[in-house]
């Protein structure tokens, strides 16, 4: 089953603006990872933090992790049309077989108008 | 670098043929590869876990005998959508990590779409 959910499902904003996601998960988590996905495309790793990490930094990203909520949130600022595409997260999970394997979010569409 | 290839990105197949796709790791050395299912608008779903040279990890519900994997290297992965169905009709998605690294290393995909 899908742990992470992602809200808002979709969001639509003008180029320039902020843009916030949020994800919340169910069980215990060494990090989180947040992945960005264009339309019909593989996935690309954005960042991960850690479980003992509340707050982290890269480039436009600032993502923030509350393990007591259970939740984390993605912000990008200033925003531009090619950031346009689908978020998801992802926590760690145990395969059957004792792999690592992630459980990836239900995805949030970002749409950023020019 | 870390790229991760996938052949065919788009085929069509009529229903109770076999479709094989493949999984490159182009320039690591790939220990564990994964299999995805992603239907329009929504989330990956993981199908399976392999690692080079023994048996894939089925998730729950997936079928085996339906869904052949073979990781025989290091840096190639296949999946292989046997007797294939319109249902099966999906966007399939691989990914590859080695051992020393949480990061999974996506492919671009294959549109599976079957007649």
């Not at chain 1, 499902?9 to 949020?22: D, K, R």
Request: hydrophobic share 30%; glycine share 6%; with cysteine.
């Amino acid at each position: 089953s899908q742990q992470g959910e992602e809200d808002p499902q979709a969001l639509s904003i003008q180029e320039g603006e902020n843009a916030t996601m949020n994800c919340s998960y169910k069980t215990s988590i060494n990090n989180l990872q947040w992945y960005r996905q264009n339309s019909g495309r593989g996935l690309v790793h954005l960042i991960l933090i850690r479980s003992n990490e509340r707050e982290k930094h890269s480039g436009r990203l600032r993502v923030t992790l509350d393990t007591s909520k259970k939740s984390s949130s993605l912000l990008i600022t200033a925003s531009r049309a090619a950031d346009t595409a689908s978020y998801f997260c992802a926590t760690e999970a145990i395969t059957q077989g004792g792999s690592e394997k992630l459980v990836f979010g239900k995805g949030t569409k970002l749409t950023v108008n020019p | 670098g870390a790229v991760v290839s996938q052949h065919p990105s788009r085929v069509i197949c009529k229903s109770g043929t076999s479709v094989k796709i493949e999984c490159r790791s182009l320039d690591f050395q790939a220990t564990t590869m994964f299999w995805y299912r992603q239907f329009p608008k929504q989330s990956l779903m993981l199908m399976a876990t392999s690692n080079e040279g023994s048996k894939a990890t089925y998730e729950q519900g997936v079928e085996k005998d339906k869904f052949l994997i073979n990781h025989a290297s290091l840096t190639l992965s296949t999946l292989t959508v046997t007797s294939a169905h319109p249902e099966d009709s999906s966007f399939y998605i691989c990914s590859a990590k080695t051992r020393a690294s949480y990061e999974q290393y996506f492919g671009p995909g294959t549109r599976l779409t079957v007649t």
